[in-house]
């Protein structure tokens, strides 16, 4: 607990807190804190959570949010639209990948890729291919509140997110406008 204890001043620092401002967010005194940043005392177990606790909930206003994120233009494509459609669309617009509407809701996702592998083995039937036959599961849709620690997680393993409040699509973050936002 030592080691983490050594951790309060750069914290606080780095959220431009002084030690008074510390103290009242955490329920503690400023001479606590003091001292513990001095390393005269080690405090209870209940008032280090405390302090730490006050920290957490810093660093989580400061996080960067889906919404500060996202692109707000999003391009949809149909499922019963042609692969050829999805592929001017994809240039026209310079995207990569496009969420695909079934009935109105997110239901696959276009990527190049996707296209590459659809029509690797007919590539005279690109007019006719469907995008329901060839695009992958959907995305996963994330609320506007999703911290960057969670999108950089999950675009681990997914070319987008889709962003969405009250169950309507907000937005898209793509590795590449994640890359951009990031200073």
Request: glycine fraction near 6%.
């Amino acid at each position: 607990m030592i080691q983490e204890l050594d951790k309060i001043k750069r914290m606080r620092k780095k959220h431009n807190l002084n030690q008074k401002e510390l103290a009242k967010k955490a329920g503690v005194s400023q001479s606590l804190i003091a001292k513990i940043e001095a390393g005269t005392i080690e405090p209870s177990f209940s008032k280090a959570q405390q302090i730490f606790h006050a920290l957490e909930e810093m660093r989580e206003k400061k996080e960067r949010k889906a919404n500060e994120l996202m692109n707000k233009i999003v391009v949809f494509v149909k499922n019963n639209d042609t692969v050829k459609e999805s592929v001017k669309i994809m240039k026209k617009k310079g995207i990569s990948q496009m969420p695909v509407l079934c009935k109105g809701k997110v239901c696959g996702l276009i990527t190049e890729g996707t296209i590459i592998k659809g029509i690797t083995n007919n590539p005279e039937k690109i007019n006719i291919i469907k995008v329901n036959d060839i695009m992958e599961d959907a995305p996963p849709i994330i609320s506007v509140n999703t911290g960057i620690k969670t999108v950089l997680e999950l675009l681990k393993d997914n070319p987008v997110l889709l962003v969405a409040e009250k169950g309507e699509i907000q937005g898209i973050i793509s590795k590449s406008d994640l890359l951009e936002k990031i200073e």
